[in-house]
């Protein structure tokens, strides 16, 4: 992650993680690529998500075990934040035509809720087609808006 070195309080160079920060990971041939990607978001993200971080671990396992599960294959991984947003992109290898959504699943049935997780714990998400399949994006908001800073 992009760093630079800023004063704290008492004048000391300490670092912090600039506005805009990306990170690609690849997730390719991973054999645990769902907790790789939970590493990353926990190493790379934490600082800006606080609170949401539980969130969004929940949420990077739950579109990279999609990948895994529906599609050819997991691709990569990429982190994006900026001053009000922080954003997870779970990129795919394609061997699919569906698209992700939230279906009704049989209230028996052990999995078909993954991504109704995603909706209640992101703020928003989509889907788009990438180079090589899909990549589902989930962003949490993280900064205040100027109608908050009021």
Same mark, same amino acid.
């Given at each position: 992650m992009n760093r630079t070195l800023s004063p704290d309080r008492e004048g000391v160079p300490v670092e912090k993680p600039?506005? =805009?920060?990306?990170? /690609?990971? %690849?997730?390719? =041939? %991973? =054999?645990?690529?769902?907790q790789l990607a939970r590493e990353e978001v926990r190493n790379t993200c934490s600082e800006f998500l606080g609170a949401r971080l539980p969130d969004a671990l929940l949420v990077v396992t739950e579109l990279v075990a999609n990948a895994v599960s529906h599609t050819a294959g997991v691709r990569g991984l990429m982190l994006h934040h900026d001053r !009000?947003?922080? %954003?997870? &992109? /779970?990129?795919?290898?394609?061997? &699919? &035509? !569906?698209?992700?959504?939230?279906?009704?699943?049989?209230?028996?049935?052990?999995?078909?809720?993954?991504?109704?997780? /995603? &909706?209640?714990?992101?703020d928003s998400w989509h889907a788009r087609p990438a180079l090589e399949g899909k990549a589902v994006t989930a962003v949490f908001r993280t900064g205040t808006t100027e109608a908050e800073s009021d």
């Open positions: 600039l506005a =805009g920060a990306c990170r /690609v990971i %690849s997730l390719a =041939g %991973s =054999g645990r690529a769902e !009000n947003a922080t %954003s997870l &992109t /779970v990129f795919d290898r394609g061997g &699919t &035509t !569906n698209w992700p959504r939230a279906a009704e699943a049989d209230p028996l049935a052990e999995s078909g809720r993954g991504l109704h997780l /995603v &909706t209640a714990l992101a």
